[in-house]
């Protein structure tokens, strides 16, 4: 398990770059979860682009954001906020201990209403 | 308009560039004013003599205003300044005449400012109005003249 | 006896529909002095002007009162009317009807009194009205540009590509200006040299164009169409004409260490030297400052080795006297002294340099030939820190900086770190910012681009300190958008020095008689509609003298400025409006209280002589107003304690007699 996450590992997963970033604010003017947050949208960004990573790891906003994706049709030059946090949610949660889904587990769990997407991303996110 | 059957007279200098303009512009845009209020085209609100309000004054009128450029707009770049200067002299003469002060008024109206003149005109013909006639000043033989007509 | 003409328009039903112009026409056919009174259905068409005409014939009009729109409309339509019926233009006056009667008041028997009362303050203000004739003037047909950078080629150029002469006044020894020191330019990364030595070398080869280098505007005098300016020349100690710019002089020069100006004091010259490789002219020039012959009489080796004999040590300053019809300005811009900031070290540490000094050190044919060293110790800085607005956006309080935006900062910041990174993908660059501001065609991509593609971190915050202990810089500063103070260690330090106005260019405004504002820079005759005139008639803004722009703005205001100037030129002669002030020598004083409020310096005092009753003859001091340059403001009339200034259009009597047709 690494403990140090790179700027470019989250680049790479969240397939958006920080560095277009204007700090204009808009994200966190649109945020509805930005007085839940340590860190609001465009200090997250900012963070991210100066590889300063390690507290956003250990941070609740990346539980608080609700992913509505506010912040990225917002977003004037096309940053897209929420999918540097979710990147940063998922190596989160990856670090914790274990697999929490494994995939022998998967079929039992099926449900016929369940979306089968659902479970390839939980599996994604869930596992190392 | 009157008021009580009294009818002021009000003279309005108006610097060519701007407040004629803006004055223009009230027309063009139908913005209604008092019909009491006359104006004359100055070429600069400081071509405005003092001696020429006291004259209006004397002649029976009973408000004056003048009109120009915002500061720092005027067409002959420092017209205006000379204009709030001596005005501001002539209000403290004024006082000391007798004359409320508030029968003049000096006040800046630009030319996109058509329904900034109506208005003013119509505030100021109401101010004028609340003061009555102009006693002060008044000349007997301009008085009388107008009795005749 | 005067004779005067009322015509009232109906404008359709624009007046009509408000004022019942027969009762205008009755009213006004009764006043002193109308033998004609008559309506029109639209004065402004060709019929109603055609009745003007015959009525003038037919009555002997002397004047002609027009009841109507606005004067700002149809005054020029009805002044060309009375001249073709043979009146004077002038004795003609217009009652506003319209806008200031029908339009604004709806009750017919108000608006009718009023335009009634207004048709005869117009007839008592024509009643006075005298007979004016415009002066006419003739034109010099050559242009004075002052300043010899990009604006004043420019204006230069395009004045001489339409056929008229031009001469440039350069104070420095080359003409080329702030360009010529400049590497590259915003936004497409050009090479400034290149693009400007093609610019400079056509200029020199325009026959139409003298350049005046090593030359300042000594005094100027007249006005529009006729200035008369005196050139000072400076001793260069070598004859223009002779040196052939080969350069042998320098080479041989004993005195090798001299500050050089162009490279700011970063690298050294000779004291004769040529300021620069593409100099235009290429001629070279004796500081004689350190020349040892002009300081001790030792020397002459310069003498010696040149072969086309052009070295004289006993040139002096020439004045040359040339006549102009029009005088553009194009003194740009300088950087400001950032030696009062002590928070940034610039005095103490050799490592924090100016953007314009940093400019030099990344131009090839500058002190260190292009390569990006730290003047300390030669090595090249791994982490470099621009710092914006140095001066720029202070309060008025502030002694050390401006107020105003220096507009070419945040790009040349952004030019200057793409450029290092280009050359040295693996520096460090920083750059402290309040706002970018990039408001241009491509401007703002180019600095993303800075920011994304070539990895310039931006950081919103402004630095407090830069400390310099043993040679290490200590860059202490706030990152707003992380709400901390952060610190980072850096090889070199670039100071975004605001601009401010050419240091010649107070003394020459007042030469001129051109206004300045309070920062210094020249004003215009309206900020917008006329951005490349000053107030002054005849006089131009050129580029940069007006406010901080960047080359392109630059170039468009020069060619506008050029384009003004070709208008003025291409008349033969001059007419100046005859509605200017005049003064009665008989009262007045001398005692200059009109010249102090003229906006345009148009009065000046001469010494005249007066016959008086006694046969006696007595020299008095009067105003005499030049109706050249005065454009009847009336500010003067009003100053007047006298009472012997008045306004021709706008007489004293005129508007008294219009006041008491009102108030009557």
């Known amino acids: 398990m690494k403990n140090i996450v790179s700027r470019e590992e989250i680049i790479e997963m969240s397939g958006t770059d920080p560095a277009k970033c204007m700090k204009c604010g808009k994200c966190s003017a649109s945020c509805p979860a930005y007085d839940e947050m340590e860190y609001p949208p465009h200090r997250f960004v900012y963070m991210i682009d100066q590889g300063n990573i390690g507290p956003l790891l250990e941070c609740v906003g990346i539980y608080r954001c609700l992913s509505c994706y506010a912040c990225v049709d917002r977003c004037p030059r096309g940053v897209e906020p929420a999918k540097l946090i979710e990147a940063v949610r998922v190596i989160a949660e990856r670090k914790k201990e274990g697999n929490r889904i494994k995939a022998g587990e998967l079929f039992e769990k099926a449900d016929a209403d369940m979306p089968s997407q659902a479970f390839s991303a939980a599996f994604r996110k869930y596992t190392k | 308009m009157q008021l009580n059957g009294y009818k002021p007279k009000i003279v309005a200098f108006c610097c060519n560039w701007c407040s004629y303009a803006g004055a223009d512009l009230a027309g063009s845009s139908r913005f209604t004013y008092p019909d009491n209020v006359k104006i004359i085209r100055v070429p600069c609100s400081c071509r405005v003599d003092p001696v020429f309000i006291l004259r209006a004054f004397g002649g029976g009128a009973d408000g004056v205003m003048i009109c120009g450029c915002h500061p720092g707009d005027c067409h002959y770049t420092s017209g205006n300044y000379h204009t709030r200067r001596r005005m501001k002299l002539l209000f403290s003469m004024l006082d000391y005449l007798g004359i409320e002060k508030e029968r003049m008024k000096l006040i800046w109206i630009s030319a996109s400012e058509g329904e900034k003149f109506a208005s003013a005109a119509t505030d100021f013909m109401n101010t004028v109005a609340r003061l009555g006639e102009n006693r002060r000043l008044g000349d007997l033989r301009c008085k009388s003249k107008t009795e005749q007509n | ?664």
């Not at chain 3, 402004?44 to 109507?68: D, F, N, P, R």
């Not at chain 3, 009718?112 to 303050?121: P, Q």
């Not at chain 3, 041989?252 to 500050?259: A, D, G, R």
């Not at chain 3, 950032?338 to 044919?365: C, G, H, M, Q, W």
Request: proline share 4%.
């Open chain 3, 1 to 664: 006896m005067k004779r005067i003409g009322v015509f009232v328009c109906s404008c359709g039903s624009n007046i009509e529909g408000a004022v019942d112009v027969c009762k205008v026409v009755e009213a006004m056919s009764k006043e002193p002095y109308v033998v004609y009174a008559a309506n029109c259905k639209y004065m402004c068409s060709s019929s109603g002007q055609e009745l003007i005409g015959k009525a003038a014939a037919e009555y002997e009009l002397t004047g002609i009162a027009v009841c109507s729109c606005s004067p700002r409309m149809h005054e020029a339509t009805f002044r060309k009317a009375a001249a073709s019926a043979g009146l004077n233009p002038y004795k003609v006056e217009i009652a506003n009807i319209r806008e200031q009667c029908s339009w604004v008041h709806k009750d017919t028997a108000e608006a009718t009194g009023k335009a009634i009362t207004l048709a005869k303050a117009a007839v008592s203000k024509l009643c006075r009205d005298e007979e004016l004739y415009p002066q006419s003037f003739p034109v010099t047909k050559r242009a004075l540009v002052i300043g010899g950078g990009i604006a004043g080629i420019q204006t230069a150029e395009d004045i001489s590509n339409a056929g008229y002469k031009v001469d440039i006044v350069e104070k420095k020894p080359s003409i080329g200006g702030k360009m010529a020191m400049l590497d590259k330019t915003f936004p497409t990364l050009d090479c400034s040299a290149c693009i400007l030595t093609p610019k400079t070398v056509d200029i020199s080869h325009n026959e139409n164009v003298r350049i005046f280098s090593y030359s300042e505007v000594e005094s100027v005098s007249g006005y529009v169409g006729n200035f008369t300016v005196k050139i000072r020349r400076k001793a260069r100690y070598v004859k223009e004409d002779l040196c052939t710019g080969c350069g042998l002089c320098a080479e041989k020069c004993p005195t090798k260490n001299v500050p050089n100006e162009f490279d700011l004091g970063l690298g050294s010259r000779s004291a004769i030297y040529i300021p620069f490789a593409q100099a235009v002219p290429k001629v070279a020039v004796i500081d004689p400052d350190s020349c040892r012959m002009l300081k001790d009489g030792k020397c002459g080796l310069c003498s010696r080795v040149c072969g086309a004999k052009a070295i004289d040590y006993s040139q002096k300053d020439e004045i040359t006297e040339e006549k102009y019809g029009a005088i553009a300005v194009a003194t740009g811009i300088d950087p400001i002294d950032v030696t009062p900031f002590d928070e940034y070290s610039y005095k103490n540490s050799k490592d924090v340099i100016t953007a314009l000094e940093l400019e030099r050190i990344l131009n090839a044919a500058g002190p260190t030939n292009g390569r990006l060293v730290r003047l300390s110790d030669g090595i090249r800085p791994k982490t470099v820190v621009f710092i914006s607005c140095v001066g720029s956006r202070c309060t008025e309080e502030d002694e050390r900086g401006k107020t105003y935006c220096s507009k070419i900062c945040c790009m040349y910041t952004a030019k200057q770190a793409i450029l290092i990174k280009e050359k040295y993908p693996d520096t460090d660059i920083y750059v402290f910012y309040i706002d970018v501001r990039a408001p241009g065609k491509n401007f703002d991509e180019f600095y993303r681009r800075a920011a994304e593609k070539y990895g310039v971190k931006y950081i919103k915050g402004m630095v407090g300190k830069v400390c310099d202990e043993n040679g290490v810089l200590t860059v202490k500063a706030a990152d707003l958008i992380n709400n901390e103070q952060m610190m980072i260690g850096a090889d070199l330090v670039v100071l975004a020095a605001a601009v401010e106005p050419d240091k010649t260019a107070k003394a020459l405004a007042s030469k001129l008689n051109a206004s300045i504002d309070g920062n210094g820079f020249f004003n215009e005759a309206h900020p917008k509609l006329r951005p490349v005139e000053s107030p002054t008639a005849g006089v131009y803004l050129s580029g940069a003298c007006s406010g901080p722009k960047d080359i392109p703005e630059t170039v468009a205001q020069a060619s506008a400025a050029a384009a003004k100037i070709i208008g003025l030129l291409s008349k033969n002669t001059l007419e100046s409006d005859p509605c200017t002030a005049h003064a009665d020598e008989l009262k007045c004083s001398g005692c200059s209280l009109c010249a102090n409020v003229c906006p345009y310096n148009a009065i000046t005092y001469i010494e005249k002589e007066f016959r008086m009753p006694d046969k006696t003859v007595k020299i008095r001091r009067v105003a005499s107003v030049n109706a050249a340059v005065c454009r009847g403001c009336g500010a003067c009339t009003v100053a007047c304690n006298n009472g012997a200034m008045d306004l021709h259009g706008f007489s004293r009597e005129q508007i008294l007699a219009e006041v008491d047709s009102i108030c009557s």
